[in-house]
């Protein structure tokens, strides 16, 4: 699986975007490029994976949306996701790009293999569609700093996202992406409201692994289904981060905190389950 190291390759380098001080972050709680990128790695990970995704894509079945509004057929309830994969329609409107081509776009970094590896993907188109088509819905969220404050926040953001998405299309897999931080220091972009050219940053202190295991508690709350009868999500993954947010290298933590390979949360498992459920779910596509 590759999305996990994209998404670290990519946090380790600042965003060429400034703040309204000056700032350049790697993580900045006030932007999405994070979210955008964790579902990148989701999708490339999902189209090598699944045979049945790449033959849709490679026979025009299938598109991307990016920022899709998802509604809530039910309750009029309205959410973006940051990437849907979606039926394809004659009606649909495509932007001229690809998923291949969100990679420019959003600033990614890829190894030799990784590129070589999306070259020989077939082209997903990105389009405009209804959210009633919508195949895979993916949502990605992150717990950088300030934990256990955060958690009824991230709790209710997540349960809404697959309420929305299943609400406007019963048979989609709705999917979360989790990033914790187990970082014991942080510099947070909301604390440090200045130039840091001209002071030095407050730092954020976390009590590790109290606070990871804290989110992760949480997190196993989450509502998850194994029929489209049931309420919650289809796959729900998680990868912990050492992140301190002051320009040094972001990294995965592989050992304690971080779910064992044989967890639910397992980011590699969910991949995988995720696949194997859509190859038996939409063969008739």
């Keep these: 699986m590759y999305g996990p190291e994209i998404l670290a390759r990519f946090l380790s380098v600042p965003s060429a975007t400034a703040d309204k001080w000056g700032n350049h972050w790697q993580y900045n709680s ?11 790695g989701v999708a490339f ?21 990016v920022n899709q509004e998802m509604v809530d057929f039910a309750t009029q309830r309205k959410k973006d996701l940051d990437l849907v994969i979606a039926r394809s329609a004659t009606s649909t409107e495509t932007r001229g790009a690809s998923l291949a081509d969100l990679v420019d776009r959003y600033g990614i970094v890829l190894t030799e293999e990784e590129r070589a590896l999306l070259g020989g ?21 992150a717990c950088m700093t300030a934990h256990v404050k955060s958690l009824p926040r991230l709790y209710d953001e997540l349960n809404s996202s ?31 409201n200045y130039s840091l050219a001209e002071r030095a940053p407050v730092w954020s202190e976390h009590r590790q692994p109290q606070d ?10 989450m509502p998850r289904r194994s029929a489209t009868s049931e309420v919650g999500f289809d796959g729900l ?5 050492d992140a301190r947010n002051d320009g040094s290298t972001v990294r995965i933590v592989s050992g304690p905190p971080a779910p064992p390979p044989s967890s639910t949360f397992d980011y590699a498992g969910m991949i995988v389950r995720m696949a194997t459920v859509y190859d038996a779910t939409f063969g008739h596509l």
């Design 30 to 40: 006030r932007s999405d490029r994070h979210s955008k990128v964790a579902c990148w």
């Design 45 to 65: 990970d999902l189209m090598l994976t699944s045979s049945l995704l790449r033959t849709h894509a490679a026979a025009s079945k299938i598109v991307l949306g």
């Design 121 to 141: 993907l077939p082209r997903l188109p990105i389009a405009t569609v209804p959210s009633t088509s919508t195949l895979i819905a993916l949502e990605a969220k």
């Design 162 to 192: 697959h309420l929305c998405v299943h609400g406007a299309a019963r048979q989609a897999l709705a999917i979360a992406f989790v990033q914790v931080n187990a970082s014991e220091r942080f510099v947070s972009s909301v604390t440090n």
């Design 212 to 221: 990871t295991n804290r989110v992760l508690d949480k997190i196993s709350e």
């Design 237 to 241: 993954g998680v990868v912990v981060l």
